[in-house]
């Protein structure tokens, strides 16, 4: 049981360990001490893309504006690479693949990198956690990096949460989106709904409706939250004497007065706006003052 826990576990250095060496933050401009000082600089062809990479998808735009920047400012971070297994000077590409995608275009011909000897499970680990990090993934990417993380390797949300610098609410909020059927992900992937808009599809009833709604008509997150409102809260029914319920003047209120004292019952009289109709209304507590009512009423006929 112990080597079953411990293979599901994965990594014996732990989630944080991993982090020193794939915080792709951008580092301060005025800051040249802060990117990662690399092992050694690498002729481009020697590198490999890692082909178990979680992102599939280089959006071409994103590749050029990457490039560019390249080509003015050169690779800032160093793409993380191990040893090519089998292959004598050859890498394989951990984390940084869009980078060495981006120096090609810019005609690069080395790439700086940090060379670590690192197992097939710590590589594919190491590729979540980059692609966590990057600030133009989607909330469904990231939560399903997340999910990665906690299933594949058996980190809790407390873990990923301390090591990321993200709250534990952060995670459970992203997880609870990959509960939304697939056309309503794919909708936040496209980025036609954003995140706090899915986390109020979360609870509806019919998530795909509402999310054609909230595109259709261009709502905001608190217009979205106030749609899922209205449709989850349920119409107040009005009574017939609510709806003609009124301020009662003095002489009305007299009179439901004499009538009490009279039948020793509470009695309520109610007028419909604009008109002489209206209804009376006599409550009574047992069935003896019930008996008792029957009786006045027959004596009064």
């Not at 509402?210 to 939250?225: C, P």
């Not at 749609?227 to 029914?237: D, G, I, N, S």
């Not at 008109?275 to 009064?300: K, Q, R, V």
């Amino acid at each position: 049981m112990a080597d079953k826990k411990e293979t599901r576990r994965g990594l014996g250095r732990g989630l944080s360990a991993l982090m020193s060496d794939v915080d792709m933050r951008p580092a301060p401009e005025s800051d040249e001490a802060a990117p990662k000082t690399p092992d050694r600089l690498v002729p481009i062809e020697k590198l490999a893309p890692n082909k178990d990479q979680p992102r599939r998808s280089f959006t071409p735009e994103q590749l050029q504006e990457l490039s560019d920047s390249i080509r003015a400012k050169g690779i800032l971070q160093p793409i993380i690479v191990r040893p090519a297994p089998g292959g004598e000077g050859q890498f394989e590409i951990v984390a940084g693949e869009r980078r060495w995608r981006a120096a090609q275009m810019a005609q690069l011909h080395e790439v700086p990198v940090l060379v670590r000897d690192l197992d097939d499970q710590e590589m594919l680990e190491i590729a979540i956690i980059e692609n966590i990090q990057r600030a133009d993934l989607n909330a469904i990417e990231e939560a399903a990096g997340y999910r990665q993380l906690m299933y594949r390797f058996g980190h809790t949300q407390e873990k990923i949460a301390e090591a990321l610098g993200k709250s534990r609410s952060h995670i459970a909020n992203l997880l609870r989106l990959l509960n939304l059927p697939e056309p309503v992900q794919e909708h936040v992937r496209a980025g036609d709904l954003s995140a706090g808009h899915a986390r109020t599809l979360v609870t509806a009833r019919d998530p795909e409706r509402m999310a054609e709604e909230i595109i259709r008509k261009k709502l905001s997150v608190r217009q979205a939250e106030a749609l899922l409102r209205a449709e989850t809260q349920p119409p107040q029914r009005k009574t017939p004497a609510a709806s003609f319920v009124m301020e009662k003047d003095a002489d009305t209120k007299a009179l439901e007065g004499d009538l009490s004292a009279a039948l020793g019952m509470k009695v309520t009289v109610s007028h419909k706006p604009g008109a002489e109709s209206g209804t009376l209304s006599i409550s009574y507590g047992s069935f003896e003052e019930l008996d008792s009512l029957c009786m006045i009423l027959s004596a009064a006929r």
